[in-house]
T-cell receptor
């Protein structure tokens, strides 16, 4: 199957700082990338959908000014958590799909963010 | 998208078939059924999907009832590495909006 990587795999930061998470599709061109968040013992929650070269579409309740998404190429999307606070501590997971089926997504390994 | 209902947890003996059921009684005619799994602290993994015919790949088989109101994912010879949370999802047609419910936690035991 297709491979998606994320970097970093974990990060610890101080409250008020910004953190950038990268998501790369390594062996295919991802026309669409998705960002999810998962709190402990809960299921994944879709945060936003991004298409290469256009603005991301955010799910209801997700602050677009706090979670900045950039999808500058067909193989790279970034999520920046701005002015992070302890309540933003979570497991952030990206996924990517080609143009054939947006519902068949290939997920990255996730990034564990801890805000102190 | 159609709501799906799965048992919270299941056990399976190693080497035996694991049959994971899913109810999706409100599924519409053009909505596929997708199965993903998530091993602890990893990103989810796509397993299989289908519309109305049974499907099989190297990982699993998917059996969909004729009325499409339910389906069963079959792992033919479960191994300890198959221990994971399994999600049955029926997303709106090709939108990419995967709504993950609580899934079924499958514990494969030696």
């Amino acid at each position: 199957g297709a491979v998606v990587s994320q970097h970093p795999s974990w990060v610890i930061c101080k409250s008020g700082t910004s953190v950038k998470i990268e998501c790369r599709s390594l062996d295919f061109q991802a026309t669409t990338m998705f960002w999810y968040r998962q709190f402990p013992k809960q299921s994944l929650m879709l945060m936003a959908t991004s298409n290469e070269g256009s603005k991301a579409t955010y799910e209801q309740g997700v602050e677009k000014d706090k979670f900045l998404i950039n999808h500058a190429s067909l193989t790279l999307s970034t999520l920046t958590v701005t002015s992070a606070h302890p309540e933003d501590s979570s497991f952030y997971i990206c996924s990517a799909s080609g143009s054939a089926s947006y519902n068949e997504q290939f997920f990255g390994p996730g990034t564990r963010l801890t805000v102190l | 998208d159609a709501k799906t209902t799965q048992p919270t947890s299941m056990d399976c003996a190693e080497g035996r078939a694991a049959n994971l059921p899913c109810n999706h009684s409100t599924i519409s005619g053009n909505e596929y059924v997708y199965w993903y799994r998530q091993i602890h602290s990893q990103g989810p993994q796509y397993i299989i999907h289908g519309l109305k015919n049974n499907e099989t790949n190297e990982m699993a088989s998917l059996i969909i009832t004729e009325d499409r109101k339910s389906s069963t994912l079959i792992l033919p010879h479960a191994t300890l590495r198959d221990t994971a949370v399994y999600y049955c999802i029926a997303p709106p047609s090709n939108t990419g909006k995967l709504i993950f419910g609580q899934g079924t936690t499958l514990q494969v035991k030696p």
